[in-house]
């Protein structure tokens, strides 16, 4: 039980650093933050591999229950932003989101 929570916690540490470090250039392209959001983007795709290589098990099985957790997290950061959080407020709007 304690390696499932390990694993869980790093999957999540890691889905985290790659959303930080794909949506920091993002908001530059768009001109919605300066130049300087590029450093800690570098840095959190950096710390992104970084925690890939922590992780246990087969590659193949590994990345399959990250992109689980990826999914996951992805949708707490979309439900997180005020125009679509309002929209994915209630589960069923999330399960008929098209």
Same mark, same amino acid.
């Given at each position: 039980m304690e390696m499932a929570i390990k694993t869980v916690l790093l999957f999540s540490a890691t889905a985290? %650093?790659?959303i930080v470090g794909c949506?920091?250039?993002y908001l530059w392209l768009q001109g919605r933050a300066g130049a300087w959001v590029l450093v800690p983007a570098a840095l959190s795709l950096v710390v992104f591999v970084w +925690?890939?290589?922590l992780h246990p098990s087969a590659?193949?099985?590994t990345y399959a229950a990250y992109g689980c957790i990826y999914v996951a997290? %992805? +949708?707490l950061w979309l %439900?997180?932003?005020?125009?679509v959080g309002t929209y994915l407020a209630t589960p069923w709007r999330l399960l008929a989101w098209q």
């Open positions: 985290i %650093a790659e949506y920091l250039p +925690l890939l290589n590659a193949g099985r997290t %992805a +949708l %439900a997180s932003v005020p125009i």
